[in-house]
């Protein structure tokens, strides 16, 4: 954290949304797009309350499951609990949890919701770091950590 303070000071750049002040156009980037954006983007109704704070369909889910079991699980009481989806039938939940036999790690057999999350956990293995801070010689497994570390780097 000291590099940063100390070599990247740029004159302060200033948010026209909120007036926070950053050392460099890159963090206002960063700030714009995991404090503005975020705000814009359309948030999803419950449909059984008057909770509309869901950003995500999975989110939706995990509120739907807690707070709305008998609703979320009529007709399709079969739950896969790799990805949250539910099913009418044991043979349809079956047939979807085949999908995710494709991402499996052959390393620690872990499964993954995805062959793109199946490709990022990989990197735990291989310590493949392919995302690069931009600001300093930091290397991410994943470009949420260079996020996260980025966006400490604004506190």
């Known amino acids: 954290m000291t590099h940063i303070r100390t070599s990247h000071t740029d004159q302060l750049v200033k948010c026209e949304k909120c007036d926070k002040s950053f050392r460099c156009k890159a963090f206002l980037k960063l700030h714009i797009s995991q404090v503005h954006n975020r705000e814009e983007r359309k948030k999803i109704d419950c449909p059984y309350c008057d909770i509309d704070a869901f950003r995500c369909d999975v989110s939706l889910r995990r509120h739907l499951r807690r707070e709305h079991p008998t ?3 009529e007709g ?8 949250l989806h539910t099913f009418a039938s044991e043979e349809e939940l079956a047939t979807h949890k085949e999908s995710h036999a494709k991402s499996k790690c052959l390393t620690c057999g872990k499964l993954c919701i995805s062959s793109g999350h199946l490709k990022s956990h990989m990197r735990v293995h291989t310590g493949e770091r392919p995302f ?3 600001l300093c010689d930091a290397k991410f497994r994943n470009v949420g950590n260079l996020s996260v570390s980025q966006f400490n780097y604004m506190m």
């Open 71 to 73: 609703e979320y699980f």
């Open 76 to 83: 399709r009481p079969h739950l896969c609990f790799i990805c």
């Open 132 to 134: 690069a801070c931009s």
